[in-house]
Structures are given as C-alpha cells and as structure tokens.
C-alpha cells in the first residue's frame, strides 16, 4: 500500500525557514508528480509547488521568490524549503504524489500524506 510521509514541520518566528520533507513508499513503480498543497482553518486547500519528474515545477504567486521544491524520484523523495514564511503561511501541509505503482505500473493515481502543521508566528 502506497504511503506519503512527511516530515519537517514546527512552529517558526516569522521570517524564519522551515524545510519539508515527503517520501513515498510502498511498491513505487513510478512517479509522474510530487508537490506540497496546504490547508488553512477555514479556507480550501490549495496548491503550493509541484515538480515533474521532467524537472518542471508549478509554484504558487504567493510563494514564489520564498518556498523552493525540490525532489530525487530516484528515492521517491520531495522537499519544499520554506524561507522568509509569514503567519499568513501557516496551514497543514500535505505532500501530494502521482504514482504508478509495481502492481498497476500502466495507470497513474494520485496519493495524499497526512499533512504537517507549519505555525508560523508573528
């Protein structure tokens, strides 16, 4: 069974840096996309940074310039650095994946973490 697993979040003064990190396991056969949404109180989830496994990435407005992905598909593995973070960044961070798995390795689906609280104060 395919799992994300996050780690990395925490409380942080804002202004300060968080780095996130995600892997997956669980018969990976291949990996299209891994990324980060987050979720605020009240509020829908939304997209945060995506990476390809071609390279390309998709950021957020909000926080580009700040929060870099990055990611090693040959460990099934992504990352989202977090710096100059804003109260207004706080939210539950969900690592996101769409993956082909050993047993279907033909058909992509997508896969959810748990998600990690990121508290930023100010």
């Known amino acids: 069974q395919v799992q994300l697993v996050e780690s990395g979040g925490g409380l942080v003064q804002a202004g300060g840096s968080l780095r996130l990190s995600c892997t997956a396991s669980?018969?990976?056969?291949?990996?299209?996309?891994m990324g980060w949404y987050r979720q605020a109180p009240g509020k829908r989830r939304e997209l945060v940074a995506v990476?390809?496994?071609?390279?390309?990435?998709n950021t957020a407005d909000s926080v580009k310039g700040r929060f870099t992905i990055s990611g090693d598909f040959a460990k099934n593995t992504v990352y989202l650095q977090m710096d100059s973070l804003k109260p207004d960044d706080t939210a539950v961070y969900f690592c996101?994946?769409?993956?082909?798995?050993?047993?279907?390795?033909?058909?992509?689906?997508?896969?959810w973490g748990q998600g990690t609280q990121v508290t930023v104060s100010s």
């Open positions: 996101y994946g769409v993956l082909a798995t050993e047993h279907l390795p033909s058909r992509s689906s997508d896969y």
């Open positions: 990476l390809t496994s071609g390279g390309s990435t």
């Open positions: 669980g018969g990976i056969f291949s990996i299209n996309a």
